[in-house]
């Protein structure tokens, strides 16, 4: 098992129903903020980051999707006729991904300060860690009404709590997805059997987060990355 994932699963298949009514004709990653799109910054990250196969599964106004990323090396993956949600979504894409563990990634959230992705892979530790959470600090976090999702320990050890907002980018390892026989069902599942045995962790990130899941958090993202248009 590699110690650092070359792997990344970044999902884009969602409805985009918060994002209403910039994703009618749109899949919410093609949403732009600071003038690109969602799905680029998610790209130039896992560039940065040197990560060699992507994949990208598309359900809700997938051709567009798929013909923006015509050409620019990412394994599209289109689920039909139903959308899989997130662990579904992972669980499908394993023969692609070619790799345990994986990274995964949503992309409808601006980072401020280190490449998030870099960031879990300095603090993976995988023979402590089945799942590694890259966290945010409620103070950190904009845009979101979300008053937390975990608990973090003074080792990172994950519970189920709200001091701890989930920023969307994960290392985690895939073995047990097969104990999962639902064919539609959510990451959660599979994190509350690794947080059952003592194997998932948090880590804070230590800059500052957005939530970009709807159109109020455009601006708030522009702002706190400091763009300004040249409209």
């Known amino acids: 098992m590699p110690e650092i994932p070359s792997s990344i699963m970044i999902f884009a298949a969602g409805f985009g129903t918060r994002m209403m009514p910039l994703t009618r004709d749109r899949p919410k990653p093609m949403v732009r903020v600071a003038g690109e799109p969602m799905i680029d910054r998610a790209l130039f990250l896992t560039s940065d980051a040197g990560i060699s196969n992507v994949v990208s599964n598309l359900h809700y106004k997938a051709d567009v ?3 923006h990323l015509h050409g620019r ?13 997130t662990g579904g979504g992972l669980k499908n894409a394993l023969s692609l991904l070619g790799s ?3 990274l995964t990634m949503n992309p409808d959230a601006i980072w ?5 992705l870099t960031f879990a892979q300095s603090h993976w530790k995988p023979d402590q860690m089945d799942a590694l959470l890259v966290c945010v600090s409620p103070e950190n976090a904009l845009g979101s009404n979300n008053t937390g999702d975990f608990t973090l320990d003074e080792s990172g050890l994950i519970s189920r709590g709200s001091d701890a907002l989930y920023g969307g980018v994960q290392i985690i390892k895939t073995e047990r997805l097969k104990e999962i026989s639902n064919k539609v069902f959510s990451l959660n599942q599979l994190w509350d059997l690794l947080i059952e045995d003592s194997r998932c962790f948090g ?6 987060w957005c939530d970009v899941g709807h ?5 708030i993202a522009e702002e706190m990355i400091g763009w300004q248009s040249n409209d």
């Not at 039909?80 to 949600?85: A, G, K, Q, S, V």
């Not at 401020?112 to 998030?116: A, I, K, T």
Request: proline share 17%.
């Open 100 to 102: 345990d563990p994986v």
């Open 112 to 116: 401020n300060g280190p490449n998030p």
């Open 203 to 208: 880590q804070f990130y230590p800059g500052k």
């Open 215 to 219: 159109p109020g958090g455009i601006s």
């Open 65 to 67: 999707l798929e013909a």
């Open 73 to 85: 090396g990412v394994t599209i993956l289109r689920e039909e006729p139903d959308i899989l949600d």
